[in-house]
């Protein structure tokens, strides 16, 4: 069992940064595979980002690539997405996810087996 925390959302201007953060809970944190996803209100959740146990494998949604940045500590059990270059079509409620492998595992889509309760980021024009 892995309980996830969120922070580091907010309100920020059309081009600017934010740097998410997730927390997790237990002392296996290093056996996860690790996830951002997001949700607009009236969209489905879509995936953002995801990387692997050892943090040198990531993977990027196309919308997103070039702009932001997962990464993890396993020593502080905290994955992070940063955020840069924001559009108006970032705005969503963000959500960190955690998995265990499995042999039908996919690191953009999953399924993944722990969830946060999300961050909001609003970003205006």
């Given at each position: 069992q892995v309980q996830l925390v969120e922070s580091g959302g907010g309100l920020v201007q059309a081009g600017g940064s934010l740097r998410?953060?997730?927390?997790?809970?237990?002392?296996t944190f290093s056996t996860y595979y690790m996830a951002w996803f997001r949700q607009a209100p009236g969209s489905e959740r879509e995936s953002v980002a995801a990387i692997v146990r050892s943090g040198v494998g990531t993977y990027y949604a196309d919308s997103v690539?070039?702009?932001f940045t997962i990464s993890r500590d396993n020593a502080k059990n905290?994955?992070?997405?940063?955020?840069?270059s924001l559009e108006a079509e970032?705005?969503?409620?963000y959500y960190c996810a955690a998995s265990m492998w499995r042999s039908t595992f996919t690191p953009l889509e999953g399924p993944y087996d722990y969830w946060g309760q999300g961050?909001?980021?609003?970003?205006?024009s």
């Open positions: 998410l953060s997730c927390a997790a809970s237990g002392r690539k070039g702009r905290t994955v992070y997405l940063q955020m840069n970032d705005t969503a409620v961050t909001q980021v609003t970003v205006s």
